[in-house]
C-alpha cells in the first residue's frame, strides 16, 4: 500500500499548482483520502479531504482557494491549489484511511496511510 504525492514547486505569489496523489495497494471507491501540510518546525495543518462516498470538506486557511477532487479509474486524488500566499509554503502530505461511515475526520492521527510529501514553495 503506498501513497505518492508530486506536482509541488515554486510559484509566486498569486499563482496555482495541482497536486497530485496517486494510489497504489489500495482504491479511493474505499478509502478516504486527504491533504495536509506541515512547514519545519510547525505543527501539521489538515487541509482538505474527499470520502469515499464523495463528500468533500475543507478548512483553513487554504479553505475557498483549493480544490480537493478523486479520479477513481486512476485512483489518484489531486488538489488544485490557487491564490496562493507565502504562508502557503510547506510540505504537502496526501493520507488515506479506511472507514465504511462517511465520517469526516481532520485530525491527522486518523489516517494511517501517508505519502511522502511535495514541497510548495510560494515566493513574495
Known amino acids: 500500500v503506498q501513497l505518492q504525492a508530486s506536482g509541488g514547486g515554486l510559484v509566486q505569489a498569486g499563482g496555482s499548482l495541482k497536486l497530485s496523489c496517486s494510489a497504489s495497494?489500495?482504491?479511493?471507491?474505499?478509502?478516504?483520502v486527504a491533504w495536509f501540510r506541515q512547514y519545519p518546525g510547525k505543527e501539521r495543518e489538515f487541509v482538505a479531504l474527499?470520502?469515499?462516498?464523495?463528500?468533500?470538506y475543507y478548512e483553513d486557511p487554504l479553505k475557498g482557494r483549493c480544490t480537493i477532487s478523486r479520479d477513481i479509474a486512476t485512483n489518484t486524488c489531486y488538489l488544485d491549489t490557487y491564490s496562493l500566499k507565502p504562508e502557503d509554503t510547506a510540505v504537502y502530505y496526501c493520507?488515506?484511511?479506511?472507514?465504511?461511515?462517511?465520517?469526516?475526520?481532520?485530525?491527522?492521527?486518523?489516517?494511517?496511510?501517508w505519502g511522502q510529501g511535495t514541497l510548495v514553495t510560494v515566493s513574495s
Open positions: 493520507a488515506a484511511r479506511y472507514s465504511d461511515y462517511n465520517d469526516l475526520r481532520s485530525d491527522g492521527q486518523s489516517y494511517d496511510i
Open positions: 474527499f470520502s469515499r462516498y464523495g463528500t468533500t
Open positions: 495497494g489500495l482504491t479511493f471507491e474505499r478509502y478516504h
